[in-house]
């Protein structure tokens, strides 16, 4: 891309060069430009940027937001503080402290708060700031829907109720979920039964705490972007059940304090609010977990084998010092089997695939560069500790097209 001389797509504070390489779609193009607009860059005849200062309109063809356009930050860097003259003042401490004031301020003196725990960064985050708010007034459910990683429930309920000391109950639910997505196949109607199921559980256990007028929830803002669609405003991608459902059939009202961030502010929030690094490091992890990574039906037998399977990559990410390294990893189940042999044995056994990618917010993904030894360890690993695994294929799609997850 060429630019011209307009001092956002040029310099302001960060000096850009003439040219730069950008991340874009060909699929739509400017024809003409509307009036009163002018071109500050192009690749070439395509227009990729327009602006007409006088009105205060800066409009990009292309995406600066994503990791592929190497001084895409730059640029939103100019806009933000060469244009809208922001003063960039946001630090993790002086957000938890205007939080903390502002749901001290909603939810009053005597209200009582329920907030869903799903072990993950953003939902912890969320009830902790909650916590030190209101402090025993919000009581957290975590529920285990069957679909966790190896031991997570009982582990992470540990540091909730010992590090943290939350006020937390653990609910095992593992086989209700199963019961209702026995023999379901098709992504989306998982999904759909899984929230539902969540959400009477949920339902459940709240009732018990009796008098509650407020829901916690962690969703953050590529949830919510998300949720609403990508492509419009008739596709929604997929159904996030952690958005929307709950407060309604429950009559609550929202308290949503991390809906404005991406996940790297939430981890320095959750830093600063000491939260231990196992939680806050973790990858990101679907609400519904193994079930959108076990192809085909869910059985209680795949989920185990899943799970160990999960276990094994994830270890040894941490044995070969790489956890940090890729943004999401894990493995799927595939709904093949194929031909091995052990010993004098033929099998006719499960494929294992394992999927890690580089991000920075799950918009835009890359599939990990991981080192050949590391891949060769892992896949020694799960075929002889895992029974019934015999292959493990690793994939290289990156998002788009592909998404993160099979399902
Ligand atoms: P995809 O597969 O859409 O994933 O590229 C992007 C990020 O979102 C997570 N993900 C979900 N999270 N409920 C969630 O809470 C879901 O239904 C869901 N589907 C995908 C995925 O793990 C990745 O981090």
Redesign the pocket.
């Known amino acids: 891309m060429e630019c011209s001389s307009s001092p956002w797509i040029s310099a302001a504070r960060y000096e850009l060069p003439f040219e730069l390489d950008v991340w874009m779609s060909h699929g739509d193009h400017v024809t003409r430009l509307p009036d009163g607009f002018e071109t500050t860059a192009t690749t070439g005849d395509v227009v990729t940027a327009i602006e007409n200062p006088e009105r205060g309109i800066y409009c990009v063809q292309f995406h600066p937001e994503v990791s592929h356009t190497p001084l895409g930050k730059e640029i939103i860097r100019n806009f933000i503080f060469g244009i809208c003259h922001c003063k960039g003042d946001w630090t993790p401490a002086q957000f938890i402290k205007e939080e903390i004031e502002k749901i001290r301020e909603i939810v009053g003196p005597t209200d009582n708060v329920v907030c869903g725990l799903?072990g993950g960064v953003d939902s912890t985050v969320a009830a902790v700031l909650v916590h030190e708010a209101i402090g025993d007034r919000q009581t957290c459910i975590f529920v285990n829907n069957g679909l966790l990683r190896y031991r997570e429930f009982e582990d992470t309920l540990e540091v909730y109720k010992n590090n943290l000391h939350l006020n937390v109950r653990g609910v095992d639910a593992s086989e209700d979920f199963y019961s209702v997505l026995a023999n379901v196949v098709d992504p989306e109607l998982k999904?759909k039964a899984i929230g539902a199921k969540f959400i009477d559980v949920f339902d459940i256990e709240a009732k018990k705490i009796g008098d509650v007028k407020w829901l916690v929830q962690g969703t953050l803002y590529?949830?919510v972007i998300?949720s609403v669609s990508l492509r419009g405003s008739s596709v929604t991608?997929?159904?996030?059940?952690?958005v929307g459902g709950l407060p309604d059939k429950m009559d609550l009202k929202l308290i949503e304090p991390l809906r404005e961030l991406f996940k790297d502010e939430v981890r320095l929030i959750g830093k600063d609010l000491g939260i231990p690094d196992e939680i806050l490091q973790r990858?990101?992890?679907?609400?519904?977990g193994l079930g959108?990574r076990i192809l085909g039906d869910i059985t209680p037998e795949k989920v185990e084998l899943l799970q160990k399977a999960d276990r094994v990559f994830i270890e040894e990410l941490h044995n070969f010092g790489i956890y940090q390294d890729v943004?999401?990893a894990?493995a799927v189940l595939l709904p093949i089997q194929s031909v091995g042999v052990m010993g004098d044995f033929r099998t006719y056994e499960r494929t294992v695939a394992l999927r890690a990618v580089t991000?920075t917010d799950?918009?835009t993904?890359d599939w990990a560069r991981l080192p050949h030894d590391f891949l060769a360890a892992v896949s020694s690993r799960i075929t002889s500790e895992v029974r019934g695994v015999n292959r493990v294929v690793y994939d290289i799609s990156s998002?788009p097209p592909?998404?993160?997850?099979?399902?």
């Open positions: 799903s999904r590529p949830d998300e991608i997929k159904s996030h059940h952690n990858h990101p992890f679907p609400g519904p959108v943004w999401q894990f991000s799950g918009m993904a998002k592909s998404t993160i997850e099979w399902e």
